[in-house]
């Protein structure tokens, strides 16, 4: 039988600031402004190609499919429809994992 979680039963979580911080660092350019490419220019993970089917990406990210299609859903991740497929763009992938 499950338990019903109240909300004595939550926990606070504080996010780390520094790490994102120290992300973003990375990324600044010359007056200050964080770039997308200059953050990911390559991932060694992700194969060289443009679209990637949905266990792909599950695989990459270490979700499960249905994990992803909420993600799709939720506007996380873009899509690309080819004829009846759902198929999503590499650049989306890299700006989810780099969000």
Not at 2 to 12: P, V
Not at 15 to 21: H, I, L, N, P, Q
Not at 36 to 52: A, C, H, T, Y
Request: proline share 3%; hydrophobic share 35%; charged share 35%.
């Amino acid at each position: 039988m499950a338990r019903t979680m109240g909300s004595k039963n939550k926990k606070t979580v504080e996010k780390d600031e520094s790490t994102t911080e120290q992300n973003c660092d990375l990324a600044k350019t010359d007056d200050g402004a964080v770039g997308f490419e200059e953050l990911v220019k390559e991932d060694p993970l992700l194969p060289n190609k443009s679209l990637f089917r949905i266990d792909e990406v599950a695989d990459y990210f270490s979700v499960s499919e249905r994990c992803i299609r909420l993600w799709i859903d939720h506007g996380h991740l873009e899509r690309a429809k080819i004829v009846g497929v759902i198929r999503v763009p590499r650049e989306s992938i890299l700006r989810c994992r780099f969000r």
